[in-house]
């Protein structure tokens, strides 16, 4: 293609599909979701929507300057004051291995029953392929994750695949409807981000010691930034409106 020619035309992402009540949304760490939809996330709590964060790890790996066993409680508790300030109460963590998490029936196990507890309409989890798109390398904990989540979806409601659940009071829930991908290279759909975003600024700046061990820049300014900036960059295929995108997949 010459460099002077015009880009392709870029599909325009659809609206997220609205007619459900309950949404449990599974990711691997502590900051995952303020990175990734938290905006989105807003805009259904103040719809009157109900979503729940379930988490595999607690983050205790991810400050080096912190040992695990004070870091991971300092986490926990960051992620539940960011989960408040976009209207979610209900934070629940697996306690897999941070760094480490496996991709595997276990984690189907423990996501499938998270599903079957709290029988959400919609699912949520963030990018489970090898990259963000390009070379950007994704970590194995979002890839084990993501992809357990997606399967997990299927598992909730099938009662043959993890008996012991069912043995365990928690019976088989198939009002799984959707999968919502966060951080896709290849997204579908989209949530208008406007009157959400300050609140995802601050919800991500609930995990101001992680972001200080991670940035010298002011932590305020590099949450603004950053959440800016990708509500932006989904705005070109949403009708101008800033946007969280994601890869929907139906069930």
């Not at 029988?119 to 989890?125: A, D, H, K, N, Y």
């Not at 598992?155 to 959707?178: H, K, M, Q, S, Y």
């Not at 991908?181 to 995990?207: C, I, K, N």
Request: proline residues 6%.
């Amino acid at each position: 293609m010459s460099p002077h020619a015009p880009k392709p035309a870029q599909t325009p992402l659809e609206p997220m599909p609205d007619d459900w009540t309950r949404a449990l949304a599974v990711v691997a760490h502590p900051d995952d979701l303020e990175y990734g939809c938290a905006a989105a996330i807003a805009a259904w709590t103040d719809a009157g929507r109900e979503v729940t964060y379930v988490l595999a790890t607690r983050g205790e790996a991810g400050i080096d300057t912190l040992a695990p066993d004070t870091c991971g409680p300092l986490r926990e508790r960051e992620q539940r004051a960011g989960a408040a300030v976009v209207g979610v109460d209900t934070v629940e963590f697996l306690d897999h291995k941070d760094g480490v998490v496996e991709y595997g029936t276990a984690l189907r196990r423990d996501i499938a029953a998270a599903i079957r507890r709290h029988r959400p309409e919609l699912v949520i989890t963030l990018n489970h392929r090898d990259t963000w798109g390009g070379v950007a390398w994704n970590t194995p904990d979002h890839v084990a994750v993501g992809r357990a989540t997606l399967d997990a979806a299927g598992d909730a409601g099938n009662r043959w695949i993890f008996p012991e659940l069912t043995e365990r009071g928690l019976e088989p829930w198939d009002g799984v409807r959707w999968v919502a991908v966060a951080g896709s290279a290849q997204p579908t759909h989209a949530v208008d981000a406007t009157a959400g975003l300050e609140r995802s600024v601050r919800s991500l700046l609930a995990h101001r010691t992680y972001i200080e061990a991670l940035t010298d820049e002011d932590p305020e300014t590099y949450c603004r930034t950053f959440l800016t900036q990708n509500a932006q960059a989904a705005a070109d295929r949403f009708g101008g409106k800033p946007a969280v995108a994601f890869e929907v997949f139906g069930r």
